[in-house]
C-alpha cells in the first residue's frame, strides 16, 4: 500500500476500497469512483448528490478565512454535480484548545456560507476531546438536490466534448502560501504581487462556478461532467476524469487561464502549478454547442475561463499540447505543494 501523503492512489482504491461497498441499493446511481467528487441517490423524481470531506480548519487563516475556506471545500465538491447544494451533516472533533470565541468565530461564518447557499444544516456531533488537533477537526457530508435528470457525471460525457477550465492553475496552492507565508512573497515579489496573491484565496471555491455552467443544462444541453481540480491539480483533475468517463482527452496548455500571481508564486515556491493543489479551479466538459454560453455566463459572473480541450475516442489517451507539440499526461501521484508548504515552515518563513 502506498504511503504517499494525500489521497490514496488509484490501485489502493481499486484493490482495497471498491471491492468493498456493504450492499447493493437500486437507488443508488452512481457510487465511489476514483476521481468522481460525488455519489448520486435516485429517489421518486428527486437526485442527491453527496460527497464527504474532512472539516479542514488552519488557525493561522484567521478562523474567518478558515471556517470560509473548509465550508467551501465540502459545497464545491457537491455542486459538481450540478445540482443545488442543499443540506449539511456535520461532525467536529475540536481540540481542546479551541477557545469558545474560537468556535462562535468558525461556527457562524458556516452558518452564514450555508445560508448563502440556501443550505440547511440538519445533523451533526460537536465536541472537544484529547488528541485531537488541527487542521482536520472532524468531517462532514454536504447534499444537494435537484431533479433525477438534472445531474451530470462523466458516464454522460460524449467524445467531441469540450473542455472548459476555470481560473487557471495553482488557485488553492497560491492563496494558502499567501495567507502563510505574506511577508516572504512581499519580500521577493513585491506588494502587489502579494496582495493579487491574497486575492486568490478568496477563489478557492467552485460553488459560483458549477451553478453558473449548469444554468445553461447538463448532459445533452449542456454540462455532461465537472470536476474540482484539487489535490494534483489540473493535470491530475483531467486524468481522473478520463479515466472515469473510459475517454480519451487532449488539452491546450497554451489556452488554458492563468492568474499572474498563481504563477509567480508557484516560481518562487520551485513547484509546477498545474500538478499543484486548485481547489476553485473547474473543469467542465460540455457538449460543443453549450461551450460558449457557459464560458459567457461565467464571465458575467466574473470568473475566467477558457475552452482549451476536448474528449476523445476511447484509446485515444489523454495528451497535453504546448507551443505545438503533444506529451502524453500522467497523473502526477503526489502533490508538490505538501512538500514546498512543509518546507517553507521548517525554514522559518513568514
Known sequence: MSADIGKISPEVFDSLILPRLGAHRPEVAVGPQHGVDVGIIEIGPYALALTSDPVFVVPAYGFERSAWFAIHILASDAVTSGLAPAFLSIDLNLPMEMSAAELETMWQVIHQECEKMNTAIVCGHTGRYENCSYPMIGGATFIAMGSREGYCTPRFCRPGDRIIITKGPAIEATGIFAAMFPKYIEQELGGDLRREAEKLFYQMSVVEDALAAAAVGTRDKGVSAMHDATECGIWGGLVEIARASGLGLV????????????????????????????????????????????????????????????????????????????????????????EAFYRSIEKGLS
Open 251 to 338: 488539452v491546450h496548455e497554451d489556452e488554458i487561464v492563468v492568474s499572474p500571481a498563481a504563477e509567480a508564486v508557484c516560481r518562487l515556491f520551485s513547484i509546477d502549478p498545474y500538478s499543484s493543489i486548485s481547489e476553485g479551479t473547474l473543469i467542465a466538459c460540455v457538449r460543443p454547442h453549450a461551450a460558449d454560453e457557459i464560458v459567457a455566463r461565467l464571465a458575467d459572473a466574473e470568473i475566467p475561463a477558457s475552452v482549451c480541450g476536448e474528449l476523445l475516442e476511447a484509446g485515444r489517451g489523454v495528451s497535453v499540447v504546448r507551443e505545438g507539440h503533444a506529451r502524453d499526461l500522467v497523473h502526477p501521484r503526489v502533490d508538490p505543494f505538501w
